[in-house]
C-alpha cells in the first residue's frame, strides 16, 4: 500500500520511497533546552512519533536522529540578542551546562509520559563543535561566507533558491528580516555560522575557531549533525511550522551550498497549539502551558493529551482549551474501557485484514489520524468476535501507541477505596439502591472508575 506523506517543499502529497529501501533516515528538530518544553512543542513531537510508527508500520527501518540544542539559539531567530541559554542560567542561577542538562532530562521525562518513541540517535549541539567547524570551512572555501564584528555569515544572495522551501517573495521575507537588523549584514537575510564572543563579557559555552574564540550558529548544528548521522540517508526532515521560513530554509541553504546534493527530500511540519483568542502557544509570548501544570496537575493523564492530538491533522492547528482536553480525557478512557471490556471477556486472536486495510488506508493518507480512530470505533463496535476485535485494536496500537496493553483491571487498590468498594457491593446484594449509587458517586469523587458489569463491579484507577 503505498504511504502519501505532504511535502513542504513540493506542497503536495506524494507517495513515499526512501533513498536506501527499505531503511529510513529521518531527522527531527529537537528542543532548546533552556526550559521546559510546552505543550505545543509536544504536539510535533507526538506527529513525528506518529510518522516514525506508520513508516514502521509500513515495514521500513526508521534510522531516527534528534538535536538538543544546548547553545547557540539566540533569543531573537534573527542572530540578535542573547543566547537562550546563557539567559536560561542567569534566570535561574546555575550554569548554562546545568541548565541544559535538567530541562533535557525533563524533555526526556515528557517524552516517556506520552509513550513517544526515543530517537536512534540523541546528539547535542556542543558535542559536535568540530563537524560544525568543519562545515563552516567548507562553506568559507567555496566563497558563501562573510566576516562582519559580530561572527562568519552566510551570504543568501549567492544561493538562488534560498526561497524554495518557504516559497515566499524575497523582498517580503527580506522586510521579515529587518525587524532585528544588523547594519554589517549584505542582505537582511544572511545568517550567522559562527558567532564570535562579545569582548566585554566571557560566555560559559565558547569554543576556540578558526575565526575566533565564539560559539556556533542557531542553523548550523541542524545541517551538521544530520549529515553526520544520516549520510546519504537524507530522507525525511521534521519540525514546527514556525521552522520554515527561517531554520529550515537556512539549513537548505547552507547544506546544499556545501554539498551541491539535494538536502532531504521530504519536509515535513505540524502546525501551532492555539489558545484562548487565537494565539499560538510559544514561550516568547509567556502564553505557554507545560505537561506537568495544564495536564498531569489537573488529574489528565498525558496519554490523554497523546489521544487529543489525534482529533486534529498534524497540519492543522489544534486548539487546546479546559474542556477540549476534558472531552478528549473522556474519549481516551471510553476507547480504554472497551478495550478492558474485550480483555475480561477473551484473549487477543487473529487480526482482521480489512480493518487492518482501513486503518493503514487512513494513517497513509498523510497520517490521518482522525480517520484512523474512525476505524477503531468502527472496527469496536462491528459484529466480529471479541477475540479479533482485541487482535485488532492491539495492531492498530502499533501507530496510536496508546500503551492499550496494559489496560488491565487487576490493579490492587489503597484501602480506604477497597472499603467503599465492599460496602458497595454489600449495598447492591441488599438492594440499597440509593447507598449503592451514593457510595459509586463516592469512589469515583477519588478518582477512580466504577464498572457494573454481568461479570461484576469493576473498579480502577484510569
Not at 498531569?296 to 493529551?305: G, V
Not at 496508546?402 to 489496560?407: A, F
Not at 487498590?413 to 440499597?432: F, G, H, W, Y
Request: hydrophobic share 35%; with cysteine; net charge negative.
Amino acid at each position: 500500500m503505498e504511504l502519501q506523506l505532504y511535502n513542504t517543499m513540493t506542497r503536495q502529497k506524494e507517495v513515499f520511497t526512501p533513498i536506501k529501501p527499505p531503511h529510513v533516515g529521518l531527522y527531527t528538530c529537537g528542543p532548546t533546552v533552556y526550559n521546559f518544553a510546552h505543550i505545543g512543542n509536544l504536539r510535533t513531537y507526538v506527529f513525528s512519533d506518529i510518522l516514525k510508527r506508520v513508516l514502521t508500520y509500513n515495514g521500513f527501518k526508521v534510522k531516527h536522529v534528534m538535536n538538543i540544542t544546548d547553545v547557540g539559539h539566540l533569543t531573537g531567530d534573527r542572530d540578535m540578542g542573547e543566547d537562550k541559554l546563557e539567559s536560561g542560567a542567569r534566570r535561574e542561577g546555575k550554569s548554562a551546562w546545568e541548565i541544559a542538562e535538567y530541562y533535557t532530562q525533563a524533555f526526556k521525562k515528557d517524552l516517556k509520559k506520552l509513550n513517544i518513541i526515543e530517537p536512534t540517535i540523541w546528539c547535542k549541539a556542543t558535542d559536535t563543535i568540530d563537524d560544525q567547524i568543519a562545515l563552516i570551512r567548507t562553506l568559507e572555501e567555496k566563497g558563501y561566507t562573510y566576516r562582519t564584528s559580530d561572527g562568519i555569515y552566510f551570504d543568501t544572495a549567492k544561493f538562488p533558491d534560498y526561497t524554495k522551501l518557504s516559497h515566499q517573495d524575497l523582498d517580503a521575507l527580506k522586510e521579515g528580516a529587518r525587524v532585528e537588523r544588523n547594519p554589517e549584514k549584505r542582505n537582511a537575510t544572511d545568517f550567522a555560522l559562527w558567532k564570535f564572543s562579545p569582548p566585554e563579557a566571557h560566555r560559559q559555552m565558547e569554543w576556540d575557531s578558526p575565526w575566533g574564540v565564539g560559539f556556533p550558529g542557531w542553523h548550523i548544528e541542524c545541517s551538521a549533525m544530520s549529515m553526520k548521522y544520516l549520510g546519504d540517508m537524507l530522507d525525511i526532515h521534521c519540525g514546527g511550522t514556525d521552522h520554515i521560513d527561517v531554520h529550515h530554509t537556512n539549513e537548505i541553504a547552507q547544506s546544499e551550498a556545501a554539498t551541491g546534493k539535494t538536502f532531504f527530500r521530504f519536509w515535513m511540519h505540524g502546525a501551532f497549539l492555539i489558545i484562548a483568542g487565537g494565539k499560538k502557544m510559544a514561550k516568547s509570548e509567556g502564553n505557554f502551558l507545560t505537561l506537568s501544570k495544564s495536564i498531569e496537575e489537573n488529574r489528565i493523564d498525558p496519554l490523554a493529551y497523546r489521544f487529543a492530538t489525534f482529533q486534529t491533522h498534524y497540519r492543522k492547528p489544534m486548539e487546546f482549551s479546559p474542556d477540549a482536553i476534558a472531552a478528549a480525557q473522556n474519549g481516551w478512557q471510553h476507547l480504554r474501557n472497551q478495550v478492558r471490556t474485550l480483555m475480561d471477556a477473551t484473549e487477543p486472536g487473529r487480526a482482521d485484514v480489512d480493518y487492518q486495510t482501513k486503518f493503514q488506508q487512513a494513517t497513509n493518507n498523510d497520517l490521518n489520524m482522525p480517520q484512523a480512530l474512525a476505524v477503531v470505533q468502527e472496527l469496536l463496535k462491528s459484529d466480529l468476535s471479541p477475540d479479533v476485535k482485541l487482535a485488532t485494536v492491539f495492531d492498530f496500537d502499533q501507530v496510536l501507541g496508546l500503551d492499550l496493553k496494559q489496560t488491565s483491571t487487576g490493579q490492587a487498590l489503597p484501602d480506604d477505596i477497597a472499603s467503599l468498594v465492599e460496602a458497595r457491593q454489600n449495598a447492591r446484594e441488599t438492594k440499597q439502591w440509593a447507598l449503592s449509587d451514593s457510595l459509586r458517586d463516592e469512589i469515583q469523587s477519588k478518582g477512580f472508575v466504577v464498572q457494573d458489569t454481568p461479570q461484576g463491579m469493576k473498579v480502577y484507577k484510569p
